[in-house]
């Protein structure tokens, strides 16, 4: 036969790329890939949860100014039952727990949240003082800082406005500090349970970031 080719009826091995090749042997497998990861069971999620709260101690609430679509509401209890939030203020227009777009959004999640109802976002601000919370209304205004510049250490209440015209000027001039959400693409604002999701993630980012210090909630177990 010409040319350099296999002999007639063999079979030639050619190793993959990668595969390990013993000394007068024939190619062995590549590594085993390690198999992905699974979603967490109930039970596992409910263990990871118990895990986070150990590690929180700081109190959060929320005020909604006059936020008057249902599916808004609904989300931004969801978020709030998940981030333990202790209380919500509604005030203004604020739609109702008990509106049935509500409880579909929410999905149940009201029964983990207690709710106080002010004619007037002034009002709440002022109930939230009352209580101890640091209130921190989110608001794209002048002189606003970053939220992740925000005071959001220890007790803290974030406020947001109406769906169209925001925080009003009086909940603006009763918060302790205003903070924004910063943005790079070229949107004007955030939906806002969006917003409320992404202020009480940071709220509580912050707390579990700091460092731990003796007689902290953790020490104590």
Not at 117 to 124: G, I, K
């Amino acid at each position: 036969m010409n040319g350099g080719g296999p002999a007639a009826g063999r079979r030639e091995h050619f190793p993959l790329a990668g595969a390990q090749v013993p000394a007068g042997g024939r190619a062995l497998a590549g590594p085993a890939r390690n198999p992905p990861p699974r979603q967490l069971r109930p039970t596992d999620v409910k263990r990871l949860n118990r895990q986070w709260r150990r590690s929180t101690s700081a109190r959060l609430a929320l005020l909604l100014d006059s936020v008057t679509q249902p599916f808004n509401v609904g989300s931004i209890i969801r978020s709030a039952a998940a981030f333990g939030v202790q209380r919500v203020w509604l005030a203004g227009n604020t739609a109702s727990t008990s509106h049935p777009a509500v409880r579909k959004t929410s999905l149940g999640t009201e029964r983990l949240v207690s709710f106080e109802e002010e004619q007037s976002a002034a009002a709440a601000a002022k109930a939230a003082a009352a209580e101890g919370y640091r209130v921190i209304a989110i608001e794209l205004a002048e002189g606003a800082a970053a939220l992740h510049d925000a005071p959001l250490d220890g007790d803290v209440c974030l406020a947001f406005g109406n769906e169209d015209h925001g925080c009003s000027p009086a909940l603006l001039a009763a918060a302790d500090a205003v903070a924004y959400i910063p943005q790079v693409g070229r949107v004007g604002s955030l939906n806002v349970a969006v917003a409320a999701a992404v202020g009480l993630a940071e709220a509580r980012r912050r707390e579990w970031a700091r460092p731990r210090l003796p007689g902290d909630i953790d020490d104590q177990r």
